[in-house]
């Protein structure tokens, strides 16, 4: 085996060597599923907590919401929900102090849990025109000359 057989050996080792995988982060990921029964809730637990990566499932079949925590994408999650054939989306909702106007009609969702609005991500949605500006105004704790009926 001379030299060339030497170093064709050190190449094989080298070569296959494999590159150490990035770790996937930790992470949070809420669906909006909808589930009529605890046979529903118990479905998804048991689908969601078989998935690779999966830590920690909460579901919370009043708000419909589902909680994933683990080293898994998303995307993955809320794909394999679907495939169950339930109606499944990313958690739209956020708390309704974050927004600005919680009350604006594309914000407000009637459906969404108590103490919370649909997130939205255009801020010219909840930026009010100056005649709707002057008009809350009005009834405005910090206005000097605000109506006095209240």
């Not at 794909?79 to 600005?100: F, H, Q, S």
């Amino acid at each position: 085996m001379g030299v060339a057989g030497t170093l064709e050996y050190v190449s094989d080792l080298l070569s296959s060597v494999k590159k150490p995988k990035k770790k996937k982060q930790l992470q949070t990921v809420a669906l909006k599923v909808r589930m009529d029964c605890e046979g529903c809730e118990r479905k998804i637990k048991n689908l969601v907590s078989s998935m690779k990566g999966v830590k920690k499932v909460d579901v919370d079949l009043k708000q419909q919401k589902v909680t994933v925590t683990g080293y898994m994408e998303g995307k993955k999650v809320l794909e394999k929900v679907k495939a169950t054939g339930k109606k499944a989306e990313m958690w739209p909702y956020v708390p309704y102090n974050l927004i600005a106007h919680p009350y604006v009609a594309q914000v407000y969702d009637k459906k969404a849990p108590p103490g919370f609005v649909r997130s939205v991500d255009d801020t010219s949605i909840t930026a009010l025109s100056e005649v709707e500006d002057r008009y809350t105004n009005i009834f405005n704790d910090e206005n000097p000359s605000s109506c006095s009926i209240m």
